[in-house]
C-alpha cells in the first residue's frame, strides 16, 4: 500500500512564499517513483504543475509556474518538495501529491498512480 501524505499549505498574501511536502510511505524504495505535482483550483480541473524524476536529476515545470516554483526530492526523508515563491491569487487552488513506478517524469495526470488527500494554498490579495 502507498499512501502520500502533504503538508504546508495555508493561507498568504500575494508575493509570499510557502514550501509544500510530501511524505511517501510505501513497500518500494522511495527511489524507484518518479513524483509529481498538480493542483485544482475551484470549479476547474486539476492541472499540471511540476514533477521530477527519480534521482531528482530531471524536472519540468508548467508555463504558470516556471521561474517561481521549485519541486525538489529527499530520497533519505521519503519526501518531495514543493517551493513557490512570489505567489499570486491565480496560484490559489487545492495541491495534490502523486507517484508513479518509472523513473521519468512525466506532466500528464493519468501516468500517476498514487495520490495524496491535497492541502490548500490560498494566496490572498
Known amino acids: 500500500q502507498v499512501q502520500l501524505v502533504e503538508s504546508g499549505g495555508g493561507l498568504v498574501q500575494v508575493g509570499g512564499s510557502l514550501r509544500l511536502s510530501c511524505v511517501v510511505s510505501?513497500?518500494?524504495?522511495?527511489?524507484?517513483?518518479?513524483l509529481a505535482w498538480f493542483r485544482q483550483a475551484p470549479g476547474k480541473e486539476r492541472e499540471f504543475v511540476g514533477a521530477?524524476?527519480?534521482?531528482?536529476?530531471?524536472?519540468n515545470y508548467a508555463d504558470s509556474v516556471k521561474g517561481r516554483f521549485t519541486i525538489s526530492r529527499d530520497n533519505a526523508k521519503n519526501t518531495v518538495y514543493l517551493q513557490m515563491n512570489s505567489l499570486k491569487p491565480e496560484d490559489t487552488a487545492v495541491y495534490y501529491c502523486a507517484a508513479r513506478v518509472g523513473s521519468r517524469s512525466v506532466p500528464v495526470e493519468f501516468n500517476y498512480d498514487y495520490w495524496g488527500q491535497g492541502t490548500q494554498v490560498t494566496v490572498s490579495s
Open positions: 510505501s513497500g518500494r524504495f522511495f527511489s524507484s517513483y518518479a
Open positions: 521530477i524524476n527519480w534521482s531528482g536529476s530531471s524536472t
